[in-house]
């Protein structure tokens, strides 16, 4: 990851959003996620001359435009957490077939990560594989979300588990560290045996205490037809026993690939809407397409939520 990458993420922010309802609703608009339905108010009304500068809510001045004041009888900031798949199906190794999965996730990462930042939530991570890998808790502040990246970047270099991963015991952990109605997003390319199958119960517990966004990564490598003629290449399975061997990939069995993984996409959306929630699909290596891409998922969700 290169201080370019780093200059991007920190001049595109994502106009994040929370599906959970305030109690009270009140005037301004919250591109936020940082209210929860947990907040109550004895009363809001607009700034006017003479009001206390203390109590004006600087959050919905930065992030609406709108000054309010705001008499809170009791408050707390919703937490953001990104919970992201460093399984070896996730990891970058040498002879890798899907190269470009790797640096997705940590595109996605960073986009994320300044977003909160841009807007004054906490943000965590959660990094899993077959373990609990790494946690960190929800704070504030650009060198946090700089520390983060940096664990990312030295654990990227080979100091993960090579594994699967344990989607119950990842998601029985955040069931106890995370507060409610935080906002997590769970990053992963799903491939893991347990998403073969009817998965939307095991997802139900996360989905009821938060505000869950699966995020798919795809290589773009699955989304358009690149071979125009036959290839020799040697890949490594990095979950399974480590073999490395040469395949002979034509056209043909890429396209195969491709039916196969869009109908397990399709098999995820189906569980997914089980639940009553949308998964955002990432298959670029593009900071500015991934940007679009959330920034649209995102537009949709706060019209859905006005109507």
Not at 11 to 39: C, H, R, V
Not at 164 to 181: H, M, N
């Amino acid at each position: 990851m290169s201080q370019e990458d780093f200059n991007h993420y920190k001049k595109n922010i994502i106009p994040l959003s929370s599906q959970e309802k305030l109690k009270n609703i009140f005037p301004g608009e919250w591109d936020s996620i940082y209210t929860g339905g947990g907040i109550e108010f004895d009363s809001v009304k607009p700034f006017e001359p003479g009001d206390d500068l203390k109590e004006l809510d600087f959050h919905t001045l930065v992030q609406s435009g709108e000054e309010e004041i705001i008499h809170r009888k009791a408050g707390r900031q919703m937490k953001i957490f990104i919970c992201a798949d460093f399984s070896g199906s996730m990891q970058r190794f040498e002879k890798m077939f899907f190269p470009s999965k790797t640096k997705i996730r940590e595109i996605v990462i960073g986009l994320l990560l300044f977003s909160a930042w841009k807007i004054y939530s906490p943000v965590g991570l959660c990094s899993f594989n077959g373990e609990i890998n790494k946690f960190f808790i929800a704070q504030h502040g650009q060198s946090y979300c700089e520390k983060i990246l940096r664990w990312i970047i030295t654990n990227d270099k080979g100091s993960t588990s090579n594994g699967g991963i344990d989607v119950q015991k990842t998601l029985a952990f955040l069931l106890r560290e995370a507060p409610t109605q935080s906002l997590i997003f769970f990053i992963s390319d799903f491939e893991d045996h347990v998403f073969e199958g009817d998965f939307a119960n095991l997802l139900r517990p996360a989905v009821g205490k938060f505000d869950l966004i699966p995020v798919i990564i795809r290589d773009p490598l699955l989304k358009k037809d690149f071979l125009k003629s036959p290839v020799r290449i040697t890949v490594r399975d990095n979950e399974g026993d480590k073999r490395v061997e040469e395949i002979y990939l034509t056209p043909q069995k890429l396209k195969r690939m491709q039916e196969i993984s869009n109908k397990h996409l399709l098999h995820l959306r189906n569980n997914f809407r089980q639940l009553g929630i949308d998964p955002v699909i990432i298959d670029s290596n593009s900071i500015s397409r991934c940007y679009e891409i959330f920034t649209d998922f995102f537009q949709i969700r706060k019209f859905s939520r006005r109507h």
